[in-house]
């Protein structure tokens, strides 16, 4: 049954129906998958946070859906650091919510707290992006990254214990990628410039890579048979949603 509507994504992605697959229909699929999936997760949550059911979600009703049994129950904190942690995360969601609210009113229409819930997807939201990935990252509050916040973020080191080579290499493209002007250290728009490339497309990349590794006979485009094929990385790729689609009926997709 997976395999006939692994079938059917096929023909799905083949837009010009001309029996072959190209890097470009490929990419147009998969950016189309990210869209349904980003849109899917908000219609998922929404009915949580709408609570007035106006079909806008206000801040204070987020606010009361996410935080509501802690604000009316303060006890509920054990020590100082719960404390300090709730109110960290209050202030960030309410910035972020904040960021996304254009029109300023504190009440999210659905592409707004679309943007809330996924600021990635949105040109206005980058610069929340890089903030809280700082934030995130930036252990001693200076704001900036150095070469050690960047490395814990990924290794925990172990006394005793040597760094792995992968390490070794991420300590290299820190210093010769990331840090940019070679101070020592990441700022905003070096940290923009890592985790948001201007120049880089995941859906093309990926598209390409399908590509490469499934055209057998090395004519830049993709047949029925050369996918069905190389069913297991399809399955395993945001072509197929890493093959939830596989079990969606046709309609669906």
């Not at 973020?153 to 070679?182: C, I, Y």
Request: net charge negative; no cysteine; charged share 40%.
């Amino acid at each position: 049954e997976s395999q006939i509507r692994y079938v059917k994504i096929v023909d799905r992605i083949d837009d010009n129906k001309d029996q072959f697959v190209t890097t470009e229909e490929l990419k147009a699929w998969i950016k189309r998958v990210q869209k349904r999936y980003i849109y899917e997760n908000v219609a998922k949550v929404w009915r949580d946070y709408d609570l007035n059911k106006d079909n806008k979600i206000a801040w204070d009703e987020y606010k009361q859906a996410t935080y509501g049994y802690y604000l009316e129950n303060p006890e509920e904190f054990q020590d100082i650091a719960d404390q300090l942690s709730f109110k960290k995360m209050l202030h960030r969601d309410e910035r972020r919510f904040k960021s996304a609210d254009i029109d300023g009113d504190l009440v999210a229409t659905r592409e707004e707290f679309t943007a809330f819930l996924h600021p990635e997807e949105f040109e206005h939201m980058k610069e929340i992006v890089v903030l809280e990935t700082l934030e995130d990252i930036d252990k001693d509050g200076n704001g900036f990254i150095d070469e050690d916040e960047y490395i814990a973020d990924m290794f925990a080191h172990v006394e005793g214990v040597a760094e792995p080579d992968w390490v070794q290499t991420e300590r290299e493209q820190f210093s010769d990628f990331r840090d940019l002007n070679k101070d020592g250290k990441m700022d905003k728009a070096e940290i923009r410039h890592w985790i948001l490339p201007q120049d880089y497309d995941h859906a093309q990349a990926e598209a390409r890579h399908l590509v490469y590794e499934s055209d057998k006979d090395k004519d830049q485009k993709l047949s029925k048979q050369e996918i069905l094929d190389n069913w297991n990385m399809f399955v395993g790729s945001q072509a197929t949603n890493y093959g939830e689609d596989l079990t969606r009926d046709h309609d669906e997709l």
